[in-house]
């Protein structure tokens, strides 16, 4: 079974689960002629509507690539988590305006042994399946699966809220029914904005794991041909397609084939591991004694100085042109990154007066 399939059945126990709660609830509301828990079984039904969508946008983000779509359509996954959402987020608003009114119009609420059961029946069943639901998103890396989980473990909250608030009208003859909505609801406003922002930070572009990067950085550097991995860029289309690119620092004694064949079987690599389709780069370590292996060990020598700098790369002799290239990232602390260039550019030509020199500005992408 694959991740698709077991969102989609996970959505469908979702769905069993609530129609079994909401006929539950209103057999017993019938039979206790309660238009309250009647309403409340229709409420369970409208929860099924999360699962519903979780389970439409799993089924159109597996759509193959098409013209107007040529890295597939995984991000849906996103938009259906962000609509599951915007209902924990209204759920949570509406919960809020009514218990604002409960503490403004307060009124005397009675329950009956019936709609203790009733409510207790229903705590335990969305505490379980919220659980359940949330676990399983988690697992595949669903964010609708984990914000559909979150909606029934909040339903399981208020519901809480509600018993609490019934024993304290029971014992003390208090009701504290809005006071407690407010917070609760407050706190599920928040959850919502939460996990609203996680699917729309991967829609923005959010940043790469550290851990993959880590775990990519590592994986090629076993091979040894190579000296170092830069410029790494990933691009995510849904949670089992990322599209990226990096470079890595070979000798310039190896030929264009040893290259290719070096290339080729860290791109493999990397779709094997991970799922990433792969562009890989190539930047030549000069070695040997020739005139660019000293001009970049002093170009080296000469920025290695400065703190600001993160990392260098890319080094490059263009002979014909007297002219050479690097790039550098620096850190975040540098707010003129211009300026700095310009200085680092003043400062090479000082060591090198009659060569040409850019300084190339990069950037941390991942890391």
Same mark, same amino acid.
């Given at each position: 079974?694959? @991740?698709?399939?077991?969102?989609?059945?996970?959505?469908?126990?979702?769905?069993?689960?609530?129609? &079994?709660?909401?006929?539950?609830?209103?057999?017993?509301?019938?039979?206790?002629?309660?238009?309250?828990?009647?309403?409340?079984? #229709?409420?369970?039904?409208?929860?099924?509507?999360?699962?519903? #969508?979780?389970?439409?946008?799993?089924?159109l983000?597996?759509?193959?690539?098409?013209?107007?779509?040529?890295?597939g359509?995984?991000?849906?996954e996103?938009?259906?988590?962000?609509?599951?959402?915007?209902?924990?987020?209204?759920a949570g608003?509406t919960?809020?305006?009514?218990?604002?009114?409960?503490?403004?119009?307060?009124?005397?609420?009675?329950?009956?042994? #019936?709609?203790?059961?009733?409510?207790?029946?229903?705590?335990?069943?969305?505490?379980?399946?919220?659980?359940? #639901?949330?676990?399983?998103?988690?697992?595949?890396?669903?964010d609708a699966?984990?914000?559909?989980?979150?909606?029934?473990?909040?339903?399981?909250?208020?519901?809480?809220?509600?018993?609490?608030?019934?024993?304290?009208?029971?014992?003390?003859?208090?009701?504290?029914?809005?006071?407690?909505g407010?917070?609760?609801?407050?706190?599920?406003?928040?959850?919502?904005?939460?996990?609203?922002?996680?699917?729309?930070?991967?829609?923005l572009g959010? @940043?790469?794991?550290?851990?993959?990067?880590?775990?990519?950085?590592?994986?090629?550097?076993?091979?040894k041909e190579?000296?170092?991995?830069?410029?790494?860029?990933?691009?995510?289309?849904?949670?089992?397609?990322?599209?990226?690119?990096?470079?890595?620092?070979?000798?310039?004694?190896?030929?264009?084939?040893?290259?290719?064949? &070096?290339? @080729?079987?860290?791109?493999?690599?990397?779709?094997?591991?991970?799922?990433?389709?792969?562009?890989v780069?190539?930047?030549?370590?000069?070695?040997?004694?020739?005139?660019?292996?000293?001009?970049q060990?002093?170009?080296?020598r000469?920025?290695q100085?400065?703190?600001?700098?993160?990392?260098?790369?890319?080094?490059?002799?263009?002979?014909?042109?007297?002219?050479?290239?690097?790039?550098?990232?620096?850190n975040?602390?540098?707010?003129?990154?211009?300026?700095?260039?310009?200085?680092?550019?003043?400062?090479? @030509?000082?060591? &090198?007066?009659?060569?040409?020199?850019?300084?190339?500005?990069?950037?941390?992408?991942?890391?």
């Amino acid at each position: 079974m694959n @991740r698709s399939q077991q969102i989609i059945r996970t959505s469908i126990v979702s769905i069993i689960a609530n129609v &079994l709660l909401a006929a539950f609830k209103a057999v017993v509301g019938l039979l206790a002629h309660s238009v309250a828990i009647v309403m409340d079984a #229709v409420n369970n039904l409208t929860d099924v509507f999360s699962s519903v #969508v979780t389970i439409i946008g799993t089924r159109l983000s597996q759509r193959p690539p098409d013209l107007k779509h040529p890295f597939g359509h995984g991000r849906i996954e996103y938009f259906s988590a962000i609509v599951i959402s915007v209902i924990v987020l209204s759920a949570g608003i509406t919960s809020l305006i009514e218990s604002a009114i409960k503490i403004i119009h307060p009124n005397t609420p009675t329950y009956s042994k #019936v709609t203790l059961i009733v409510i207790i029946v229903a705590i335990i069943v969305k505490l379980l399946l919220g659980r359940y #639901v949330k676990a399983r998103g988690e697992q595949l890396n669903s964010d609708a699966l984990i914000a559909s989980g979150s909606d029934a473990l909040f339903d399981a909250i208020i519901t809480l809220s509600t018993l609490v608030s019934a024993g304290i009208m029971l014992i003390w003859n208090v009701s504290l029914d809005g006071i407690l909505g407010v917070i609760i609801s407050l706190v599920i406003v928040k959850a919502g904005f939460d996990m609203l922002s996680s699917p729309v930070n991967e829609l923005l572009g959010a @940043r790469i794991p550290s851990k993959l990067v880590k775990e990519i950085k590592q994986e090629i550097l076993t091979h040894k041909e190579v000296y170092g991995v830069y410029d790494i860029i990933l691009h995510n289309y849904g949670p089992d397609v990322l599209i990226g690119s990096l470079h890595v620092s070979v000798k310039d004694t190896m030929n264009a084939y040893e290259i290719h064949g &070096l290339t @080729r079987t860290i791109s493999e690599e990397m779709y094997q591991n991970h799922h990433i389709i792969m562009t890989v780069g190539v930047y030549a370590v000069a070695t040997g004694e020739h005139k660019r292996a000293k001009l970049q060990d002093t170009v080296v020598r000469t920025l290695q100085k400065h703190n600001d700098i993160l990392q260098m790369h890319g080094f490059y002799y263009f002979e014909k042109e007297n002219r050479l290239s690097i790039d550098i990232i620096p850190n975040y602390t540098v707010k003129d990154e211009a300026a700095f260039g310009k200085q680092l550019e003043e400062e090479l @030509r000082n060591q &090198l007066p009659d060569i040409n020199i850019t300084v190339v500005i990069d950037h941390n992408y991942s890391e």
